[in-house]
């Protein structure tokens, strides 16, 4: 990903790999990272407990932590002045779901947050001589419809 970004995830990830479900970076910050951007405001999504994962994160990092919206299981992490991370529920059912239900085709990526691996548009993603697992969810050019499940090469 970004060097600020990633040390950020190599420290998260011990924390995010004791859960029992995959806990997924989202949007625009998998975008960022593909791009070779630094992001500032990261997006996990999880099947359930999103709160209780903020928390639990912000324990860990000694750091601030609130709940954004008990009905919806959304939590903030607040890392410094700079970089906010954001714990939520699926949109949907699971995480195929809450990539569809994104507000840009282009954000409708997602990373194993605990794996660092990327899960992104139809193609491969080369990283320091290792292949990652990529997804698409949205549509690719030329096509009227996307595909019922993920494609994966």
Do not use: C, K
Not at 67 to 77: K, M, N, Y
Not at 134 to 141: D, H, I, K, Q, S
């Amino acid at each position: 990903m970004n060097g600020e970004n990633d040390e950020l995830l190599r420290r998260l990830g011990p924390i995010l790999a004791s859960r029992p479900a995959p806990v997924y970076l989202v949007g625009g910050a998998v975008r960022d990272a593909l791009l070779g951007r630094a992001a500032y405001d990261l997006d996990f999504v999880v099947a359930h407990d999103a709160i209780r994962l903020a928390f639990a994160v912000a324990d860990e990092l000694r750091v601030a932590a609130y709940t954004l919206d008990r009905e919806r299981d959304i939590g903030r992490v607040v890392l410094g002045q700079e970089i906010v991370l954001d714990f939520a529920r699926f949109r949907g059912p699971d995480l195929e779901a809450d990539l569809r239900a994104r507000d840009f085709t282009i954000n409708a990526l997602a990373v194993n947050a605990a794996e660092v691996s990327i899960l992104a548009p139809d193609a491969s993603y080369r990283s320091g001589g290792h292949r990652r697992s990529l997804w698409w969810t949205g549509r690719p050019a030329g096509r009227s419809t996307a595909p019922d499940t993920p494609r994966r090469h």
